[in-house]
Protein backbone atom coordinates (compact mmCIF):
# COMPACT_ATOMS: atom_id res chain seq x y z
CA UNK A 1 0.00 0.00 0.00
CA UNK A 2 2.99 2.42 -0.86
CA UNK A 3 2.26 5.76 -1.62
CA UNK A 4 4.21 8.61 -3.49
CA UNK A 5 7.89 8.17 -2.84
CA UNK A 6 10.92 10.26 -3.33
CA UNK A 7 14.46 10.05 -3.66
CA UNK A 8 16.59 11.04 -2.05
CA UNK A 9 14.95 12.96 1.15
CA UNK A 10 17.56 15.44 1.30
CA UNK A 11 20.20 16.35 -1.19
CA UNK A 12 23.16 18.98 -0.53
CA UNK A 13 25.49 19.57 -3.42
CA UNK A 14 28.32 22.19 -4.44
CA UNK A 15 26.80 25.00 -7.07
CA UNK A 16 27.63 23.96 -10.76
CA UNK A 17 26.77 20.12 -9.85
CA UNK A 18 24.42 18.59 -11.59
CA UNK A 19 21.53 16.58 -9.49
CA UNK A 20 19.01 14.01 -10.39
CA UNK A 21 15.58 13.65 -7.94
CA UNK A 22 13.65 10.37 -8.23
CA UNK A 23 10.03 10.19 -7.68
CA UNK A 24 7.80 6.71 -7.43
CA UNK A 25 4.13 7.43 -7.96
CA UNK A 26 1.32 5.36 -6.51
CA UNK A 27 0.90 1.71 -9.00
CA UNK A 28 -1.13 2.72 -11.67
CA UNK A 29 -1.68 6.66 -11.67
CA UNK A 30 -0.82 7.98 -15.08
CA UNK A 31 -0.33 11.40 -14.13
CA UNK A 32 2.80 12.46 -12.70
CA UNK A 33 3.55 15.99 -11.45
CA UNK A 34 6.82 18.00 -9.98
CA UNK A 35 6.45 20.95 -8.28
CA UNK A 36 9.24 23.13 -5.94
CA UNK A 37 8.25 24.40 -2.89
CA UNK A 38 10.70 27.57 -1.60
CA UNK A 39 10.21 29.16 2.21
CA UNK A 40 7.35 31.44 1.79
CA UNK A 41 6.49 30.83 -2.06
CA UNK A 42 3.97 28.10 -1.66
CA UNK A 43 4.01 25.16 -4.43
CA UNK A 44 5.45 26.18 -8.35
CA UNK A 45 4.61 23.81 -10.94
CA UNK A 46 7.25 22.42 -12.95
CA UNK A 47 6.08 19.88 -15.23
CA UNK A 48 3.64 17.27 -15.74
CA UNK A 49 3.65 13.58 -17.41
CA UNK A 50 0.55 12.13 -18.59
CA UNK A 51 1.97 8.29 -19.20
CA UNK A 52 5.42 9.19 -20.48
CA UNK A 53 4.56 11.92 -22.41
CA UNK A 54 5.11 16.06 -21.22
CA UNK A 55 2.24 17.85 -22.23
CA UNK A 56 3.46 21.07 -20.26
CA UNK A 57 6.66 21.97 -19.44
CA UNK A 58 5.96 25.11 -18.71
CA UNK A 59 6.88 25.74 -15.32
CA UNK A 60 10.34 24.66 -15.34
CA UNK A 61 12.89 27.41 -14.72
CA UNK A 62 15.57 27.39 -16.97
CA UNK A 63 16.96 24.79 -19.48
CA UNK A 64 19.16 23.17 -17.15
CA UNK A 65 15.46 21.65 -15.76
CA UNK A 66 14.81 18.67 -17.80
CA UNK A 67 12.50 15.56 -16.60
CA UNK A 68 11.39 11.95 -17.63
CA UNK A 69 9.53 9.33 -17.30
CA UNK A 70 9.96 5.88 -18.20
CA UNK A 71 7.22 2.75 -18.73
CA UNK A 72 4.91 5.31 -17.01
CA UNK A 73 6.04 4.64 -14.00
CA UNK A 74 9.23 6.57 -12.31
CA UNK A 75 10.20 9.88 -13.22
CA UNK A 76 13.62 11.78 -12.99
CA UNK A 77 14.10 15.29 -12.16
CA UNK A 78 17.12 16.36 -13.03
CA UNK A 79 19.03 19.73 -12.45
CA UNK A 80 22.14 20.64 -14.16
CA UNK A 81 24.96 22.78 -13.03
CA UNK A 82 23.01 23.64 -9.67
CA UNK A 83 22.45 26.98 -8.37
CA UNK A 84 21.90 28.36 -4.76
CA UNK A 85 18.39 29.58 -5.90
CA UNK A 86 17.81 25.97 -7.10
CA UNK A 87 17.54 25.29 -3.10
CA UNK A 88 14.12 24.05 -2.22
CA UNK A 89 11.72 21.04 -1.49
CA UNK A 90 10.91 19.41 -4.62
CA UNK A 91 7.67 17.53 -4.51
CA UNK A 92 6.28 15.18 -6.51
CA UNK A 93 2.58 13.92 -6.54
CA UNK A 94 0.66 11.90 -8.64
CA UNK A 95 -3.06 11.21 -9.64
CA UNK A 96 -4.79 8.40 -11.60
CA UNK A 97 -6.93 9.22 -14.08
CA UNK A 98 -6.61 11.23 -17.53
CA UNK A 99 -9.01 13.95 -16.71
CA UNK A 100 -6.41 15.13 -14.21
CA UNK A 101 -8.11 18.15 -12.79
CA UNK A 102 -11.30 15.76 -11.68
CA UNK A 103 -8.29 13.64 -9.79
CA UNK A 104 -7.50 14.18 -6.28
CA UNK A 105 -3.33 14.86 -6.14
CA UNK A 106 -1.06 12.40 -3.93
CA UNK A 107 1.81 14.03 -2.94
CA UNK A 108 5.13 12.33 -1.84
CA UNK A 109 7.59 13.64 0.96
CA UNK A 110 9.51 15.18 -1.37
CA UNK A 111 13.05 16.15 -1.49
CA UNK A 112 15.17 18.67 0.07
CA UNK A 113 17.54 19.92 -1.80
CA UNK A 114 20.67 22.92 -0.53
CA UNK A 115 23.08 23.80 -2.88
CA UNK A 116 25.72 25.31 -1.26
CA UNK B 1 -3.32 33.74 -16.93
CA UNK B 2 -4.31 31.98 -13.75
CA UNK B 3 -3.59 32.82 -10.07
CA UNK B 4 -4.86 32.07 -6.74
CA UNK B 5 -4.26 34.72 -3.93
CA UNK B 6 -3.93 33.17 -0.28
CA UNK B 7 -3.95 37.11 1.41
CA UNK B 8 -2.86 35.80 4.79
CA UNK B 9 0.19 34.43 5.61
CA UNK B 10 0.21 33.92 9.02
CA UNK B 11 -2.45 33.12 10.97
CA UNK B 12 -2.57 33.06 15.18
CA UNK B 13 -5.62 31.69 17.30
CA UNK B 14 -6.46 29.88 20.01
CA UNK B 15 -8.38 26.89 20.25
CA UNK B 16 -12.33 27.07 20.13
CA UNK B 17 -11.64 30.30 17.69
CA UNK B 18 -13.55 30.36 14.52
CA UNK B 19 -11.18 29.97 11.12
CA UNK B 20 -11.80 32.04 7.95
CA UNK B 21 -8.91 31.69 5.19
CA UNK B 22 -9.38 33.48 2.60
CA UNK B 23 -8.85 32.58 -1.17
CA UNK B 24 -9.33 34.29 -4.43
CA UNK B 25 -8.58 33.13 -7.74
CA UNK B 26 -8.52 34.94 -11.47
CA UNK B 27 -9.81 32.61 -14.20
CA UNK B 28 -13.16 33.88 -16.53
CA UNK B 29 -13.92 30.38 -16.93
CA UNK B 30 -15.29 27.10 -15.07
CA UNK B 31 -12.77 26.14 -12.62
CA UNK B 32 -12.15 23.12 -10.38
CA UNK B 33 -11.10 24.62 -6.37
CA UNK B 34 -9.33 22.77 -3.75
CA UNK B 35 -7.97 23.03 -0.17
CA UNK B 36 -4.82 20.88 0.94
CA UNK B 37 -2.50 20.79 4.36
CA UNK B 38 0.20 20.12 5.05
CA UNK B 39 0.57 19.13 9.00
CA UNK B 40 4.26 19.43 10.12
CA UNK B 41 6.37 16.92 8.98
CA UNK B 42 3.96 15.54 6.80
CA UNK B 43 3.10 15.42 3.45
CA UNK B 44 0.62 17.50 1.58
CA UNK B 45 -3.28 16.02 1.62
CA UNK B 46 -6.20 17.03 0.12
CA UNK B 47 -8.43 18.41 2.86
CA UNK B 48 -11.85 19.48 0.41
CA UNK B 49 -12.79 20.35 -3.29
CA UNK B 50 -15.31 21.54 -4.93
CA UNK B 51 -16.14 20.87 -8.91
CA UNK B 52 -19.75 21.49 -9.43
CA UNK B 53 -23.09 21.05 -6.92
CA UNK B 54 -23.78 23.16 -3.98
CA UNK B 55 -21.11 25.57 -3.17
CA UNK B 56 -20.71 24.57 0.20
CA UNK B 57 -18.76 21.92 0.29
CA UNK B 58 -17.83 19.96 3.62
CA UNK B 59 -14.20 18.22 3.97
CA UNK B 60 -12.27 16.16 6.61
CA UNK B 61 -11.86 17.40 10.04
CA UNK B 62 -14.79 19.69 10.08
CA UNK B 63 -13.40 21.68 7.81
CA UNK B 64 -15.61 23.19 5.17
CA UNK B 65 -15.41 26.50 2.01
CA UNK B 66 -17.50 27.77 0.12
CA UNK B 67 -17.35 28.70 -3.60
CA UNK B 68 -18.95 32.28 -4.45
CA UNK B 69 -18.78 32.44 -8.27
CA UNK B 70 -19.51 36.33 -8.17
CA UNK B 71 -16.65 36.84 -6.04
CA UNK B 72 -13.93 34.46 -7.43
CA UNK B 73 -13.28 33.00 -3.94
CA UNK B 74 -13.32 30.01 -1.88
CA UNK B 75 -12.76 30.57 0.98
CA UNK B 76 -12.29 28.30 4.21
CA UNK B 77 -13.50 27.88 7.34
CA UNK B 78 -13.86 26.19 10.55
CA UNK B 79 -15.96 27.01 13.37
CA UNK B 80 -13.89 25.62 16.37
CA UNK B 81 -10.39 25.32 15.81
CA UNK B 82 -7.79 22.85 17.57
CA UNK B 83 -4.68 22.47 18.36
CA UNK B 84 -4.01 19.71 15.38
CA UNK B 85 -5.23 21.73 13.13
CA UNK B 86 -1.84 23.67 13.15
CA UNK B 87 -0.36 23.42 9.92
CA UNK B 88 -0.02 24.93 6.61
CA UNK B 89 -2.70 25.62 4.40
CA UNK B 90 -2.84 25.75 0.21
CA UNK B 91 -5.66 26.88 -2.13
CA UNK B 92 -5.36 25.58 -5.48
CA UNK B 93 -7.53 25.91 -8.62
CA UNK B 94 -7.85 24.41 -11.74
CA UNK B 95 -10.04 24.79 -14.55
CA UNK B 96 -8.67 21.98 -17.51
CA UNK B 97 -6.51 19.19 -17.57
CA UNK B 98 -4.11 20.58 -16.83
CA UNK B 99 -1.41 21.75 -14.38
CA UNK B 100 -3.14 22.99 -11.12
CA UNK B 101 -2.04 26.48 -9.44
CA UNK B 102 -1.33 26.80 -5.81
CA UNK B 103 -1.56 29.69 -3.56
CA UNK B 104 1.30 30.79 -1.40
CA UNK B 105 0.40 29.12 1.41
CA UNK B 106 -1.40 30.15 4.90
CA UNK B 107 -0.01 28.99 8.13
CA UNK B 108 -1.85 28.22 10.90
CA UNK B 109 -1.18 28.34 14.14
CA UNK B 110 -2.93 27.35 17.28
CA UNK B 111 -2.66 28.21 20.92
CA UNK B 112 -3.39 25.65 22.82
Known amino acids: GAGVSQSPSNKVTEKGKDVELRCDPISGHTALYWYRQSLGQGLEFLIYFQGNSAPDKSGLPSDRFSAERTGGSVSTLTIQRTQQEDSAVYLC??????????????FGPGTRLTVL | AQSVSQHNHHVILSEAASLELGCNYS??????LFWYVQYPGQHLQLLLK??????LVKGIKGFEAEFIKSKFSFNLRKPSVQWSDTAEYFC??????????FGSGTRLSIRP
Open chain 1, 93 to 106: ASSPAISVSYNEQF
Open chain 2, 27 to 32: YGGTVN
Open chain 2, 92 to 101: AVTSSASKII
Open chain 2, 50 to 55: YFSGDP
